[in-house]
């Protein structure tokens, strides 16, 4: 799975600021008045509207990748993607059904998906995959 989604950045030239559009998400703009700051406003704009999205379970445009001057990788937060896994390995199943599998209040487990408190440990991870029959994979990649 992709951990990225990509934006145009490109510098106007009659007021020198940085626009920022996002080819699979229109309704995303931000800018900045540098390069680095229309990138890291990129970020925050994504993962905040990505937070959004995810609560009220709106599907999500598979990742892809996009070429040409002024495209950027824009990383997805690590608790964002967490927060989606866990989602989509839960399926259909209620969070109080896998709570109570995994042995831990309900609240606990809402904790998990939620893309702003996700913040598990990699053996409560491990804790939770394993009771859907799965397992684990860390890996660690080059930045885009």
Not at 54 to 72: C, H, N, S, V
């Amino acid at each position: 799975m992709m951990s990225c989604y990509w934006a145009k950045i490109k510098k106007n030239a009659a007021d020198g600021c940085f626009y920022v559009g996002f080819p699979q998400f229109p309704d995303i703009h931000t800018d900045g008045m540098t390069l680095y700051e229309a990138k890291k406003n990129t970020g925050e704009a994504l993962n905040g509207v990505m937070s959004v999205v995810i609560d009220i379970e709106k599907p999500l445009p598979t990742p892809r990748q996009f070429t040409g001057p002024g495209m950027y990788a824009i990383e997805i937060e690590p608790q964002i993607l967490t927060a989606m896994a866990l989602r989509r390995l839960r399926g259909r199943a209620s969070q109080k059904h896998v709570a109570s599998k995994l042995n831990i209040s309900y609240q606990a487990y809402q904790k998990l998906e939620n893309p702003r408190t996700s913040n598990p440990t990699v053996k409560t991870l491990s804790k939770v995959v394993h009771a859907f029959g799965k397992r684990i994979e860390i890996g660690m990649v080059e930045a885009v």
